[in-house]
């Protein structure tokens, strides 16, 4: 056999030395911030958190699960000083191709949550339902974070302000969540935190929101119009927008000025479900009595809208003069009225009885 010649060996093993050599010094030490932070390094330091004036409450805070075509996304976070210094996911789609999706989504999700200091984030590209609920259940943490701060006791108008989301309201081509910010007992400012998207939704969301935004700072109330061609989007916008305004009203200072005006508030029961689709009441409640009782969900469509048109107003009437969830159920409308019933009982259970 042929022996190598010495020089060649020679030249071959400082070719293969030089070569380690660059391999070396091209290695850098790693710079995600995800890596830092799994190996016990600090997280970069967090701007203050956006999105409304009132401050962020210290501590461990989870947000309400988001239901999403895949499963429930349901985010936690981690406050100090005022600012998101952790965000997780207790829930996320998982099984099958989901498993990979949010392996790879909810990372970039908690990152970007710390990043932002606020829940307006970007979705990550191949995870568009999990971003959305992720972004849901984050605005629900931070509202309860700032529901849970302490008070500003500098005094001033500012101190007075909040932001609230409402729950979201399903709807026929997509969820409506609305958030509101209320200063001085006023609607300053509303926003749709969720609106259908996709297809033609996409034009009639970005023409029917800004429009019902406005609208709802200028009644100050969900008694809003629909707008013409998103009967769906407006009917989910005022139902979210009350349950907004609802929050705020349950979350603000009593009046001590007395008064039989500082009693009335209004209440809206829990959505309950029926064979015909959801029924929703919401009332408003006076020196202890039943003033009004509205239906803000009834079964539509069908054979279902002569049904309703009849039954909810003798049950709108029945509330009143009742003063409580008892009362007759309309002949004819046996799933309507018991589906009345219960959602009275909720909205009276939240207003105290």
Do not use: F
């Not at 259940?137 to 609230?164: H, I, M, N």
């Not at 997509?174 to 935190?193: D, S």
Request: charged content about 15%; proline content about 5%.
């Amino acid at each position: 056999m042929r022996k190598s010649h010495p020089v060649r060996r020679a030249v071959l093993a400082t070719a293969a030395t030089v070569s380690g050599i660059v391999l070396l010094l091209s290695l850098k030490p790693a710079s995600d911030p995800g890596a830092a932070e799994a190996a016990g390094g600090a997280p970069p330091a967090a701007e203050s958190v956006q999105g409304g004036a009132r401050p962020v409450g210290d501590g461990t805070v989870t947000g309400d699960a988001a239901q999403t075509q895949y499963g429930a996304v349901q985010v936690r976070l981690t406050v100090s000083g005022g600012k998101i210094t952790k965000a997780e996911a207790v829930q996320a789609p998982k099984g099958g191709q989901s498993d990979q999706i949010t392996s790879n989504a909810v990372p970039k999700l908690n990152q970007a949550a710390v990043q932002a200091q606020s829940a307006d984030v970007d979705a990550v590209s191949g995870a568009t339902y999990t971003s959305a609920g992720y972004k849901e259940s984050l605005q629900s943490a931070l509202d309860k974070a700032r529901a849970s701060a302490p008070a500003d006791t500098g005094g001033g108008e500012a101190a007075q302000a909040q932001t609230v989301t409402g729950e979201a309201a399903q709807t026929q081509y997509g969820p409506v969540q609305v958030r509101i910010t209320v200063n001085g007992g006023k609607i300053t400012k509303a926003e749709a935190v969720q609106a259908p998207k996709g297809g033609q939704s996409d034009q009639i969301t970005s023409n029917a929101v800004p429009k019902l935004n406005q609208a709802a700072v200028q009644a100050q109330s969900a008694d809003v119009d629909a707008v013409s061609g998103a009967t769906y989007t407006s009917a989910g916008y005022k139902e979210s927008l009350q349950s907004a305004l609802d929050k705020a009203r349950a979350s603000a200072p009593a009046d001590t000025g007395g008064g039989e005006a500082a009693q009335a508030q209004t209440v809206t029961g829990e959505a309950a479900q029926t064979q015909y689709g959801p029924v929703q009441v919401r009332i408003t409640v006076n020196g202890g009595k039943i003033t009004k009782a509205e239906a803000v969900q009834a079964p539509k469509g069908g054979q279902s809208d002569q049904i309703t048109s009849n039954a909810v107003p003798k049950l709108n009437q029945a509330a009143v003069q009742a003063g409580t969830a008892d009362i007759d159920a309309v002949s004819g409308a046996t799933y309507t009225s018991a589906g009345y019933k219960e959602s009275l009982q909720s909205a009276l259970d939240k207003a105290g009885g």
